[in-house]
């Protein structure tokens, strides 16, 4: 289990290795996002704009604290959503990787 203060440094830092806005913009057919928590609103926003021009956007995120009381609620926009337990295979995998970013 990570500590709190790496886990502060991971969120901070989070947005360095998420996908940019210009990639986001930049996108034409599909963008999905699996990372541990999505806290950064610029980059949400960015992706509503997408969906909203019927753009299949997918988030996966965690589901735990961070998740909780930071994480942005990307289902009450209509895209879909899924948080998926730490203790899963695909919590273990997003937490052991962090993200995997691609444009």
Known sequence: MLNFQVLKKLIKNISTLLPTKQCIRNARFTIWVAVAWFTDKDLGNELR???RSRMN??????????????????????????????????????MQNII????
């Open 100 to 103: 995997t970013k691609a444009c």
């Open 57 to 94: 956007v997918r988030v996966i995120v965690n589901d735990d604290q961070i998740t909780e009381q930071q994480g942005l609620q990307f289902y009450t926009k209509g895209i879909e959503y899924t948080i998926v337990s730490p203790e899963s295979p695909w919590g273990k995998k997003l």
């Open 49 to 51: 704009k997408k969906h």
